[in-house]
C-alpha cells in the first residue's frame, strides 16, 4: 500500500497516528483505517484511485476544525492536506492561488503584504479548504460576498482520479457544484481567489455591555444593522465574560452582551460608521481602534480552543423579529454552560445581489446568521444537561429563520433533511452532477449528496 500510493502512510499501529486523527471538536473520536499525506496531486489521485478500489470512505483534512468532524471517517482513508501549504499572490491581477491545507492565517499573511484580502472566515486556524467548500462567510461577506462567490478556479481530484482545473468556462457544472457542496464532489490541491484592496489596517475590536441592558443593546443593534454601511460588519454575542485581561476584573465572569465590530472602509470615516454604537452608551469595554486587519481576523481564535467539547445548531435569518431577539435573551439568562454563547452573524449585503443558483451555496436571501454554540472541557459532569441547552436552544430559534442553515456550521446530529433545506432548490442538480463525477458516493464523510 505504501509502495502504491508513494506518501506518507499512517495506521492505527503507527506512531503518530493519534495524533494525526485528533479534531478540533474533542467530542467526535473517529478512527480512519489509514492517514495518507501526499505531496502533490498525483499523489492525492493515488490515494483516490486506491480507496475506490478497495472500497473505502475518503475524507479529507485541511484544518480538522469542522463542527461535524467530517475531515475523518471511521474504517475509511484520510487525506490530510497539510503539504499544501503554498500561496502565490499576484498583486497586478488581484489574484490569489491557495494550496489546500493552508489555514487562514496563511492567506491573510500573504495577501496582506499587498493589502489585498478575500472573504474567509474569523478564526486564523481555520483550514481555507473546508471553509471554501462549505461556501465560507467573514467579516468581508457583506462588501464581497461569499467565499466561493470570490473563487475563480481550484485544481481538483474527481472520484475517477483525475486532476481536473475547473472554473466558470471549465467543467462549469463541477465548478458550480464544488462553489457550497464541494466536499461532496472530489479533493480540491489548490484554489484560485479573486482578491480586494483591503488593510493593513481596519478599524474594529470589541465592544461590550451588562447582559441587564441586552434588550436595549439589541435594539439598537437591529436599527444600526439594518442601516450598516457595507464596509461595517458588526456581530453581537451574548456571552460570560472570560477572566481576560482586557476585561475589567469586576466583569469577569459575569455576562454581557458584546460586539464583534470590523470597519473597513476610509480610515477618515470610521468614527463617523463606529459612532452609532458608542452611541449606546456606557460600555463596560470599548476596545475599537484602528488596527491590523490579520488582528481582527485571529482576535476570535481564542473562544475556540482545539479539543473543548463542541455542539452547535444555527439559522440564516432574513430580518431580526422582536420575538427572536427577546427569546435569545430568554435562552441566555438560563445558560448553564459558562463558556456557552448566542450569536448573530451580520451578512446582507453583496450576497443578496446574486441569483439564488449561482453556485450551489445559494441562500441570498440570508442577512444574519443565529446560533447557540456550546463549549466545555473533556471530562464535564453536565455535558448531557449542556447539550440539552443547546438542543433545546436550536429548537426555539428555529422557527424564526428560513429554514435552512450554513452547511459548515452543521453539526454530526443535524439530520440529511437539513442538507436538503439548506441547498433548497439547487439540490436537484447537486444530485445529478453528484451521480455524474462521484457515482459510489466515496466522497461521503461530510452534509452528503446522495446520488
Not at 495524533?19 to 501526499?38: F, S
Not at 448553564?336 to 446582507?348: E, K, R, V
Not at 443547546?390 to 428555529?398: K, L, T
Request: proline share 6%; with cysteine; glycine share 12%.
Amino acid at each position: 500500500m505504501r509502495d502504491t500510493l508513494m506518501s506518507t502512510v499512517l495506521t492505527p499501529e503507527d506512531a503518530g497516528y493519534e495524533a494525526a486523527t485528533r479534531l478540533w471538536n474533542g467530542r467526535i473520536r473517529r478512527r480512519p483505517a489509514m492517514v495518507v499525506t501526499p505531496v502533490d496531486a498525483a499523489g492525492v489521485a493515488a490515494a483516490v484511485a486506491f480507496a475506490r478500489e478497495q472500497g473505502l470512505a475518503v475524507s479529507v483534512r485541511g484544518g480538522g476544525h469542522n463542527i461535524g468532524g467530517t475531515a475523518l471517517a471511521d474504517g475509511g482513508l484520510a487525506i490530510d492536506m497539510s503539504a499544501f501549504r503554498d500561496v502565490t499572490v499576484d498583486p497586478g491581477a488581484r489574484t490569489a492561488t491557495v494550496g489546500a491545507g493552508c489555514r487562514l492565517a496563511d492567506v491573510d499573511r500573504a495577501t496582506q503584504e499587498h493589502g489585498l484580502a478575500t472573504p474567509l472566515g474569523f478564526v486564523s486556524r481555520v483550514g481555507v479548504a473546508g471553509l471554501t467548500l462549505g461556501g465560507g462567510l467573514g467579516v468581508l461577506t457583506r462588501r464581497f460576498g461569499w467565499t466561493v462567490d470570490n473563487l475563480l478556479a481550484a485544481e481538483v481530484v474527481t472520484a475517477d482520479g483525475a486532476v481536473r482545473r475547473i472554473g466558470r468556462d471549465a467543467e462549469p457544472d463541477l465548478f458550480w457544484a464544488l462553489r457550497g457542496a464541494g466536499a461532496n464532489l472530489g479533493v480540491v490541491t489548490s484554489f484560485t481567489y479573486r482578491l480586494h484592496p483591503v488593510g493593513p489596517e481596519v478599524y474594529g475590536g470589541l465592544i461590550a455591555w451588562p447582559f441587564e441592558r441586552a434588550a436595549e443593546i439589541m435594539d439598537g443593534y437591529r436599527a444600526i444593522t439594518a442601516a450598516a454601511p457595507r464596509e461595517l460588519a458588526v456581530w453581537l454575542s451574548l456571552l460570560t465574560a472570560p477572566p481576560a485581561p482586557f476585561v475589567p476584573p469586576e466583569w469577569q465572569g459575569r455576562k454581557l452582551c458584546a460586539m464583534a465590530v470590523c470597519y473597513t472602509g476610509d480610515p477618515r470615516t470610521a468614527d463617523d460608521a463606529v459612532a452609532p454604537l458608542r452611541a449606546l452608551g456606557k460600555p463596560v469595554l470599548d476596545q475599537l481602534s484602528r488596527t491590523q486587519y490579520t488582528g481582527i481576523q485571529s482576535y476570535l481564535d481564542d473562544t475556540e480552543p482545539e479539543g473543548m467539547h463542541y455542539d452547535w445548531r444555527s439559522e440564516f435569518l432574513a430580518e431580526l423579529s422582536g420575538d427572536l431577539l427577546g427569546t435569545m435573551r430568554e435562552l441566555f439568562a438560563d445558560c448553564p454552560a459558562p463558556m456557552a454563547d448566542i450569536g448573530l452573524l451580520h451578512l446582507g449585503g453583496a450576497l443578496n445581489e446574486r441569483p439564488a443558483d449561482d453556485g450551489a451555496v445559494g441562500n441570498r436571501d440570508a442577512r444574519y446568521v443565529v446560533g447557540v454554540k456550546g463549549m466545555w472541557p473533556p471530562g464535564e459532569t453536565q455535558e448531557t444537561r449542556f447539550r440539552e441547552w443547546v438542543a433545546e436552544g436550536g429548537d426555539r430559534i428555529r422557527p424564526y429563520g428560513l429554514g435552512r442553515t450554513y452547511i459548515n456550521f452543521q453539526g454530526p446530529d443535524e439530520s440529511d433533511a437539513r442538507v436538503r433545506a439548506t441547498y433548497g432548490a439547487n439540490y436537484p442538480r447537486l444530485v445529478e452532477i453528484k451521480r455524474r463525477y462521484d457515482p459510489a458516493n466515496i466522497f461521503r464523510s461530510n452534509r452528503n449528496i446522495r446520488p
